[in-house]
């Protein structure tokens, strides 16, 4: 008995000074977007995949999307061949944009990065595509050299796993003043490296993990129209919603509106679904200012933050998205995803040391405005506006040289409008530019529901059908 004990003492003693207790785990906090569209009925609307966000070009996967040189006819017009999220163009499968997931990680308390084993992380996409990322991981399920074109999405589960990922390093991350790439740097997580396989298996170094994709799935919750109010509808059960959710309308001139969702009903179960809330669709006049703005923020800040998100983790996630959720012109409905839906949706696995994970995403839903079916329904009358001759003297007007690098490319990519070019814009060419970031989409459903000769001539001449692109 004494040798036993001998022989466990000393196999203790030989055990790794860096082995972490179970009650002492390393703190690993995720956040990041599911984004779908959908029409008056709840249902979704496909072809969202355009890339009107692009990440820095040393992101991996990214071969799919192209530079900013090979942008710069776009100024946030059609065709976008090249703005595809790494998935063909305007895929009508396409349902859900997941967003920039960005994965940090802190040491236990009290103990250095370095001395943390390394771990191994792997995620899966049920029915979706992960295909971009950052640092080096390997990636499963799909093509990631070529697109496929011969599987439905829905039937894909991709996979991604970032191996032998250590906290602390000597390394820097790779320089860019891209602002969806610096403001989640702006953490006080651990820099993580990575070995990449390529340039002669140099280390990678970042603040995070990161990583996107697109889907064909559901949104846990769908909204529908009713008589001027929209019904809140569970898809699937994903337990009772628990956590605030917000509706809100951004107008062009910055101005805002939102109503606090705090009360949900119903059972959420998939075969006796009841409506879980009921909230006035529109907003009266009276209802916009720019300051709601300031309230909106804080009441997500607040809620993302009990959700179990650092405070300053949670404001870099609102801030990463300030052109998206509180810029863009349009009626949107954000909610916390149910955590039950994400684990099935999107499982994460750590390996190498004990863990304690909080996974926080935001579910927004676009909706289609009562001012955007206005403008829909003025387009389908005609006559189909001329985006080729727009492009034209946009073009010509930046190539004045009175702009810079930077206030050409904010046109290029249409965060600037092009009115301030000076440029005469035609009212039904307004009316598309103010459809907001999904018009193209939008248009193509429209003239399935409601088939006009002016939509399907615009259609056609901008290659919108993802039939002919």
């Known amino acids: 008995m004494k040798t036993i004990g001998f022989l466990v003492a000393v196999g203790a003693l030989l055990l790794p000074v860096h082995a972490l207790a179970a009650e002492n785990p390393v703190i690993v ?31 991996c996967g990214a071969g799919f999307v192209r530079g900013l040189a090979q942008r710069a006819s776009g100024f946030g017009l059609p065709p976008y061949f090249n703005q595809t999220k790494g998935w063909r163009p305007a895929d009508q499968e396409v349902t ?61 589960t991709s996979a991604l796993e970032w191996k032998q990922v250590r906290l602390g390093s000597s390394e820097k991350p790779v320089e860019t003043d891209d602002k969806v790439w610096t403001t989640p ?11 990449a396989r390529v340039s002669d298996n140099l280390p990678q170094a970042e603040h995070f993990l990161f990583y996107r994709g697109i889907g064909h799935i559901d949104s846990p919750l769908r909204l529908q129209d009713g008589d001027g109010s929209l019904g809140v509808w569970p898809q699937g059960w994903w337990g009772v919603m628990s956590s605030p959710a917000w509706l809100v309308e951004i107008q062009a001139d910055g101005s805002c509106a939102y109503r606090d969702v705090t009360k949900f009903g119903g059972s959420g179960s998939w ?11 529109t907003f009266a006049t009276n209802d916009f ?19 179990g998100l650092y405070p300053e ?13 509180f810029k863009s012109p349009g009626l949107r409905f954000f909610y916390v995803a149910p955590k039950s839906w994400v684990d099935k949706v999107l499982p994460l696995k750590i390996t190498g040391a004990p863990t304690n994970i909080t996974r926080v995403m935001v579910g927004r839903i676009e909706l289609i405005s009562p001012a955007q079916r206005a403008t829909l329904a003025r387009l389908a009358v005609g ?48 009316d598309y530019l103010a459809l907001g970031r999904f018009r193209d989409e939008l248009i193509v459903h429209e003239q399935r529901e409601h088939p006009s000769a002016a939509l399907a001539q615009f259609i056609a001449d901008n290659q919108l059908d993802p039939v002919g692109r």
């Open 29 to 59: 906090h995720e956040w990041g977007t599911f984004t779908c569209l959908q029409d008056e009925k709840g249902q979704a609307i496909g072809g969202i995949n355009v890339d009107d966000e692009p990440v820095p070009n040393f992101v």
């Open 96 to 156: 859900m944009r997941l967003e920039t997931p960005v994965i940090y990680f802190y040491p236990p308390k009290g103990d250095a990065a370095q001395s943390v084993p390394p771990l191994d992380v792997h995620v899966d996409f049920h029915g979706g595509v992960l295909s971009q990322y950052y640092p080096y991981a390997e990636a499963s399920g799909w093509s990631a050299g070529f697109p496929i074109v011969d599987r439905h999405i829905s039937d894909i």
């Open 185 to 195: 740097r702006e953490v006080n997580a651990s820099v993580l490296e990575v070995q």
């Open 271 to 281: 075969w006796r679904p009841t409506s879980l809330a009921t909230i006035p669709e």
């Open 289 to 307: 200012s720019v300051g709601n703005l300031a309230n909106l923020k804080a009441s997500m800040q607040d809620t993302l933050v009990k959700a």
């Open 313 to 325: 983790e949670a404001s870099a996630m609102l801030r990463t998205w300030e052109l998206s959720y």
């Open 383 to 430: 006559p189909c506006p001329n985006l080729a001759e727009i492009k034209s003297a946009a073009r010509d007007a930046v190539g004045k040289g009175q702009f810079t690098d930077e206030q050409r490319k904010a046109f290029y990519n249409g965060e600037r409008p092009l009115s301030e070019l000076g440029i005469s814009l035609p009212p039904l060419v307004q």
